[in-house]
C-alpha cells in the first residue's frame, strides 16, 4: 500500500480527497435535516374516569409499553370531549387520547391523527318506568341521566335523543357521571339513564340484577346507525353477562360507538410500532360485541389515519424491531436514513478516486514527454553552441521536474522509461556535438 512521504504527495492526496470529504460531509449535513431527534422516553395519554374501562385499557398500554423503556402517564377526565380538548392544547403537552366516536371529525380537530378504532363502546339505557321501551320516544318529558359534561355519553346520548325530538325544553336532562346515574336511577330520582360501559365494568351486572330496572331494546337501532357511521348495531344475548342468573333475560338490541386512539400530528413516528403492538396485545383476543382480532383495524372514518401507523397496519412489526430493543432499533434506523445517502456517494468516490489520481499521474508524465519531444525534433535543425547550451539546459530541467514526480507502483515502468529517454536525448545532444 502506497503512503505519502512526502510534500508533494500529501499535496496530491489533498486535491483529490479534499473534496471527496466535502462532498461527504455535505451529504452528511444534507441527511441530518431529514432525521427525527431520538423518541421520547415519556408519552401521556388522557382517559376517563378511573371506574370506567379507557382508564383499565389505558393501564394495560401502560404495561406493555413499559416493556419496551416507555413510560406512559395516565391521566383522568371526564371522557371524550375534555379529551380532544386536552389533545389540542400546547400546555400542558397531552400525547394520545381515548376517543368516543362521533364526538368530532377532522373538520373540527385537524391537528390530530389516528391510531384506528379499537374497540366497541356499547351504549346502555336503563329505565324504571312501566312496561318495555324499545323507542327512545317514550322519554320524553321524563328525568334522563345523560353524563357530564365534556363526557362521550352526553355527546352520544344528545344525538340520540335530538333525532327523536327530546331535548332540555320539554325533557329533564341530568348531567350524571356512571356512578352517580346508577345512584339516581336506584333512588328514583331518574327515569332513565345513559351509560356507555364496557360490559365487565363493574356497574353493569348490578344494573341488570336490580328488578326495579329495565333495558331500552332498540327497535331502530339500524336506523340509528345509517344517521350515525360511526355507531354499530349490536345484540346483548340473553344469559350473556350470567348465565346461572340468566342476566339479561332476553336479548337486547344495542347501538355501540366505535372507540378510537387518537393523537397529536406531530407524536414522534418511532411510537408508531410500540403503540400498534399495544392495541394489538390488548383489544385483539375479542369480546362480548366484538369478534377475535376484529379490532384494533387501521381504519377511521371520522379522523385521518396516521401515515406511520397505516404502515405498522400493512406491513407488520418493522424488521429491526422484531429482535431488538425499541430505543436501539429506533437508532438503528435514524442512522440508516443518514448512512444511505452518504454511502451512495462513496461508493462512486471509491472508484473514480483511484482514477483520478491515476489521471493525473498518467497527465504528468505526458506532459513532460511531450517536451522531451519538443526538444527531440529541434535536434534535427542545426545547433550552434549557444543553441546547444539552451537545450542541455532544458534537459535539465525535464529531468530535475520529473524526478519530482511521485507515481504509483504500477506506473513505475511509464516513469523509468522516461528517464530513459531524457538521456536517449541527452546522448544523441552529446553525438551532435
Known amino acids: 500500500m502506497w503512503f505519502p512521504h512526502s510534500k508533494l504527495q500529501w499535496r496530491e492526496l489533498l486535491l483529490i480527497g479534499g473534496p471527496a470529504v466535502l462532498l461527504v460531509v455535505g451529504a452528511f449535513w444534507l ?9 421520547p422516553d415519556k408519552i401521556v395519554i388522557t382517559t376517563g374516569s378511573e371506574a370506567g374501562a379507557y382508564y383499565a385499557f389505558a393501564k394495560r398500554y401502560r404495561h406493555d409499553l413499559a416493556e419496551n423503556g416507555i413510560t406512559l402517564e395516565v391521566l383522568t377526565s371526564k ?20 376517543m368516543q366516536g362521533g364526538i368530532a371529525d377532522a373538520k373540527s380537530a385537524p391537528n390530530v391523527v389516528s391510531l384506528g378504532r379499537i374497540f366497541l363502546e356499547p351504549l346502555w339505557i336503563f329505565h324504571r318506568l312501566d312496561g318495555e321501551i324499545d323507542n327512545l320516544a317514550a322519554l320524553k318529558g321524563k328525568r334522563i341521566a345523560i353524563g357530564p359534561e365534556g363526557s362521550g355519553t352526553r355527546k352520544l346520548a344528545g344525538d340520540l335523543l ?21 345512584a339516581a336511577l336506584e333512588a328514583g330520582e331518574a327515569d332513565a339513564a345513559f351509560f356507555t360501559l364496557a360490559p365487565e365494568s363493574p356497574l353493569v351486572a348490578p344494573l341488570l340484577e336490580n328488578t326495579q330496572l329495565k333495558m331500552v331494546s332498540l327497535r331502530r337501532a339500524e336506523a340509528y346507525t345509517r344517521r350515525f357511521p360511526y355507531l354499530s348495531r349490536v345484540v346483548l344475548p340473553e344469559g350473556a353477562i350470567d348465565l346461572e342468573r340468566n342476566l339479561p333475560s332476553h336479548d337486547v338490541v344495542m347501538v355501540a360507538a366505535q372507540a378510537a386512539l387518537l393523537a397529536r400530528s406531530d407524536i414522534h413516528p418511532a411510537f408508531a410500532w410500540p403503540l400498534i403492538d399495544a392495541l394489538k396485545s390488548t383489544h385483539a383476543a375479542g369480546g362480548m360485541f366484538q ?26 412489526t418493522p424488521f429491526f424491531q422484531r429482535f431488538m430493543p425499541f430505543w436501539l432499533a429506533s437508532l438503528i ?3 440508516i436514513i443518514m448512512i444511505v445517502p452518504i454511502a451512495t456517494i462513496l461508493l462512486p468516490l471509491f472508484k473514480l478516486g483511484p482514477m ?8 504528468r508524465l505526458m506532459y513532460w514527454y511531450a517536451h522531451l519531444k519538443a526538444v527531440e525534433r529541434r535536434l534535427a ?30 506506473y513505475s515502468d511509464r516513469f523509468y522509461e522516461l528517464k530513459a529517454a531524457i538521456d ?4 544523441r545532444l552529446r553525438n551532435r556535438a
Open 381 to 410: 535543425d542545426p545547433i550552434e553552441g549557444k543553441d546547444r547550451a539552451a537545450l542541455v539546459e532544458e534537459i535539465e530541467q525535464i529531468e530535475e521536474a520529473v524526478g519530482t514526480i511521485t507515481v504509483p507502483l504500477n
Open 79 to 98: 371522557g371524550s370531549v375534555e379529551n380532544l380538548k386536552r389533545l389540542e392544547q400546547d400546555e400542558p403537552r397531552v400525547d394520545l387520547a381515548l
Open 424 to 427: 536517449l536525448v541527452r546522448q
Open 291 to 316: 369478534r377475535v382480532a376484529e379490532f384494533p383495524v387501521g381504519v377511521d372514518p371520522e379522523y385521518p389515519m396516521w401515515k406511520d401507523a397505516e404502515r405498522m397496519y400493512a406491513s407488520g
Open 356 to 363: 483520478i489520481y491515476e489521471w493525473r499521474v498518467r497527465s
Open 31 to 39: 441527511a441530518y435535516q431529514f432525521v427525527e431527534p431520538a423518541p
Open 333 to 335: 434506523e435514524r442512522l
Open 162 to 182: 335530538n333525532e327523536t325530538g327530546i331535548d332540555q325544553s320539554n325533557t329533564t336532562l341530568l348531567p350524571l357521571g356512571s356512578a352517580e346515574a346508577k
